[in-house]
């Protein structure tokens, strides 16, 4: 009984008002003022901010043709991110509803989608709470859909391993050390390195939208290069001769739309016209 009435008393002088707690009863009182003191006022009293979320559903289990459905959601109540927004749908409006999503701070890539008519990543873009207008939700744009907002990345994950991403050397290793490079060659792999391979640059690119099957597209340009241009790889000759094709490389029109979209503000553009210049030098 004295262990919870000092309890009690060390609450109490935290909360800024110590009483004396009676020693008859000590269990009772310190319920009682515990349970009044510690309520928060107005807890349940929250501002309503109800947005319309418009996603676009396809179930390929169902003969139904794809469909918009619209979700009320408070977003006073839930997260900044439309991410955020996403995951409360799914565990209180619809179960239903598929999205990928991992790491929630632009790290993996898997929440690629088209929010808003702009391809981008949900975990880095936030619910604009001060307009009206519903947020519009759809998958990448043509890319086949798997279900709802979930692409379909087996042609992007094919395109990508043809480029051979490792680091390929003819000279036999010495010793079991790294392979160093300065810190000038080091540099050249900024703005490269850092891609997710999220897809977002790719299908926004109208030359990716109609040549997919043929054309690598930005992402995959953009790591192509980051090989090519990596002091350390061994097969340069040999990878821009790979890439010296009319559909794989020269699909690109400079329309640039893959470097204003990408969420990790990187130039794919200039990647790809980095390898067309390499190219000719090589002629």
Known sequence: QNHLIYLTMALRHVLGTVRKVPVAAPQAAAARYLSTDLKLPNATAVNSKIKNFKIYRFNPDENNKPYISTYPLNVNECGPMVLDALIKIKNELDSTLSFRRSCREGICGSCAMNIDGSNTLACLTYIDKASTDPVKLYPLPHMYVIKDLVGDFTNFADQYQSIQPWLKTKTPKVGDGELLQSQVDRKKLDGMYECILCACCSTSCPSYWWNADTYLG???????????????????????????????LYRCHTIMMCSKTCPKHLNPGKAIANIKKRIADSH
């Open 218 to 248: 930005p992402a995959v340009l953009m790591q192509a290069y980051r090989w090519i241009e990596d002091s350390r790889d061994e097969y340069t000759a040999e990878r821009l001769e790979e890439l010296d094709d009319s559909f794989k």
